[in-house]
């Protein structure tokens, strides 16, 4: 575990290496608090210029000001280059690095130019003037060059961040927008399911209250069957405000790319559209399927198990899956691929599983990237408190596979006509 250490708002190791830069000019003051020009004087200017470093990252433009103010009284004075003015190089390159506008650098350089032509002029030695001139010059300029590298550097890794931050953001919200308007699909899709089942439920009520006295069996069924809807629909309506009151996280973009990085966003294949507020059951698949032929798909379709009369709400589910799961296979795997759609039907649940070999033509415009289709899936199947596993097969290709438990009591009532 990582702990970020901090002193004011600093990184602790920040702050410790500039005591320590600051120190540094300290103790070259003070050991030339005798022998130096200036004597005491000059070591008080060296100590302002190691308190001015205390601040070069957070006011890098101030402290290369107040550093050359001080180089520059020292050149007025007539002391010359002194041990302690290596504060003006860290002085150069901090306002380098860490100011906002590469501007300051530039004028923070010429400065230190032109007080190292200054250095060289008072400094006695042999060799002609202009000779340190040069050497104070490369110095200068080197301390420069390191400044502006470690400046692009930085700001290049700032960069990235601020794009992956920005990334991540637009992703989960995109996620969240993507699982919103799935919830919206769903509660509309069941709203019709509840709306057939009142429906259902008044006629047969109508009905028992006119046979109640001529045939009081039919209207004792038709009682059971206003029951048993009435519970379908209550069950309905308890997985509809479930799904819709519980937060759901962003699923990981491992878990929503296709085969090719990329998946089709919740029903939004041309192919096997459907009107948006049409109820959809299983014997529409068959007409599903002929459209996908159509389009240029490879379908052939198995049914396994005796197939039990299942709540409508779980048929529209199970028709959505087949329905995505298609439309991806013919964006990705192409015009020709073969697919096999398998309905399992079990004593305890239905079992939907789409396999494409992947081999078929590539379309002409690929679907986009970063689409929503698995995620609106596991969203259909979450409802009924299903898995769903999809991912790459070994021998090419691509396999959806969906378990939908089946809810107790789901055998739906026969409509008696009143």
């Given at each position: 575990m990582t702990v970020n250490r901090t002193i004011l708002g600093r990184?602790?190791?920040?702050?410790?290496?500039?005591?320590?830069?600051?120190?540094?000019?300290?103790?070259?003051?003070?050991?030339?608090?005798?022998?130096?020009p200036g004597g005491w004087k000059a070591t008080l200017v060296g100590v302002a210029m190691a308190v001015a470093l205390l601040f070069r990252r957070s006011h890098p433009t101030a402290v290369a000001a107040a550093v050359g103010a001080l180089g520059l009284v020292q050149v007025i004075a007539g002391w010359g280059p002194l041990p302690f003015d290596f504060a003006v190089l860290v002085a150069l390159y901090s306002v380098v690095k860490y100011a906002d506008r590469l501007r300051d650098g530039l004028l923070a350089g010429i400065g230190a130019l032109v007080g190292a032509a200054?250095?060289?002029?008072?400094?006695?030695?042999?060799?002609?003037?202009?000779?340190?001139?040069?050497?104070?010059?490369?110095?200068?300029?080197?301390?420069?060059?390191?400044?502006?590298?470690?400046?692009?550097?930085?700001?290049?890794?700032?960069?990235?961040?601020?794009?992956?931050?920005?990334?991540?953001?637009?992703?989960?919200?995109?996620a969240r927008a993507a699982v919103a308007g799935e919830r919206a699909r769903i509660a509309r899709e069941l709203h019709d399911v509840v709306a057939h089942s009142?429906?259902?439920?008044?006629?047969?009520?109508?009905?028992?209250?006119?046979?109640?006295?001529?045939d009081p069996e039919t209207a004792r069924q038709?009682?059971?069957?206003?029951?048993?809807?009435?519970?379908?629909?209550?069950?309905?309506?308890r997985r509809l405000v479930s799904v819709l009151r519980e937060p759901a996280p962003p699923e990981p973009a491992a878990a929503d790319d296709?085969?090719?990085?990329?998946?089709?966003?919740?029903?939004d294949g041309t192919v096997g559209g459907d009107p948006e507020h049409r109820r959809l059951a299983l014997a529409e698949l068959p007409a599903l399927l002929d459209r996908f032929r159509a389009a240029g798909l490879r379908v052939r379709h198995t049914v396994r198990g005796d197939a039990p009369p299942l709540p409508a709400g779980l048929e529209l589910t199970v028709y959505r899956l087949v329905q995505e799961a298609l439309t991806n296979a013919l964006k990705h795997a192409g015009v020709g691929a073969a697919v096999e759609l398998t309905l399992e039907h079990t004593a305890d649940a239905v079992v939907v599983r789409v396999v494409d070999d992947g081999r078929g033509r590539p379309v002409v415009a690929p679907a986009p990237s970063g689409g929503h289709g698995l995620l609106g899936m596991r969203e259909r199947v979450g409802v009924y408190d299903g898995t769903l596993t999809a991912g790459a097969r070994l021998a090419g290709g691509w396999q959806v596979e969906a378990r939908l438990p089946l809810p107790a009591g789901t055998a739906p009532a026969e409509v008696i006509a009143a």
């Amino acid at each position: 575990m990582t702990v970020n250490r901090t002193i004011l708002g600093r990184p602790l190791r920040g702050v410790a290496f500039d005591v320590f830069v600051s120190g540094t000019v300290v103790l070259f003051g003070l050991a030339g608090v005798v022998a130096q020009p200036g004597g005491w004087k000059a070591t008080l200017v060296g100590v302002a210029m190691a308190v001015a470093l205390l601040f070069r990252r957070s006011h890098p433009t101030a402290v290369a000001a107040a550093v050359g103010a001080l180089g520059l009284v020292q050149v007025i004075a007539g002391w010359g280059p002194l041990p302690f003015d290596f504060a003006v190089l860290v002085a150069l390159y901090s306002v380098v690095k860490y100011a906002d506008r590469l501007r300051d650098g530039l004028l923070a350089g010429i400065g230190a130019l032109v007080g190292a032509a200054l250095a060289a002029i008072q400094t006695e030695g042999a060799g002609p003037w202009w000779g340190r001139a040069i050497y104070f010059g490369l110095v200068t300029a080197a301390t420069w060059l390191i400044g502006l590298n470690v400046r692009t550097r930085r700001l290049y890794v700032l960069s990235l961040e601020e794009r992956a931050a920005t990334l991540e953001r637009e992703r989960e919200a995109e996620a969240r927008a993507a699982v919103a308007g799935e919830r919206a699909r769903i509660a509309r899709e069941l709203h019709d399911v509840v709306a057939h089942s009142m429906a259902v439920m008044i006629v047969q009520a109508d009905g028992a209250r006119y046979m109640l006295d001529r045939d009081p069996e039919t209207a004792r069924q038709a009682v059971k069957v206003v029951a048993d809807t009435g519970r379908q629909a209550l069950e309905e309506m308890r997985r509809l405000v479930s799904v819709l009151r519980e937060p759901a996280p962003p699923e990981p973009a491992a878990a929503d790319d296709g085969p090719d990085g990329a998946t089709a966003g919740p029903g939004d294949g041309t192919v096997g559209g459907d009107p948006e507020h049409r109820r959809l059951a299983l014997a529409e698949l068959p007409a599903l399927l002929d459209r996908f032929r159509a389009a240029g798909l490879r379908v052939r379709h198995t049914v396994r198990g005796d197939a039990p009369p299942l709540p409508a709400g779980l048929e529209l589910t199970v028709y959505r899956l087949v329905q995505e799961a298609l439309t991806n296979a013919l964006k990705h795997a192409g015009v020709g691929a073969a697919v096999e759609l398998t309905l399992e039907h079990t004593a305890d649940a239905v079992v939907v599983r789409v396999v494409d070999d992947g081999r078929g033509r590539p379309v002409v415009a690929p679907a986009p990237s970063g689409g929503h289709g698995l995620l609106g899936m596991r969203e259909r199947v979450g409802v009924y408190d299903g898995t769903l596993t999809a991912g790459a097969r070994l021998a090419g290709g691509w396999q959806v596979e969906a378990r939908l438990p089946l809810p107790a009591g789901t055998a739906p009532a026969e409509v008696i006509a009143a």
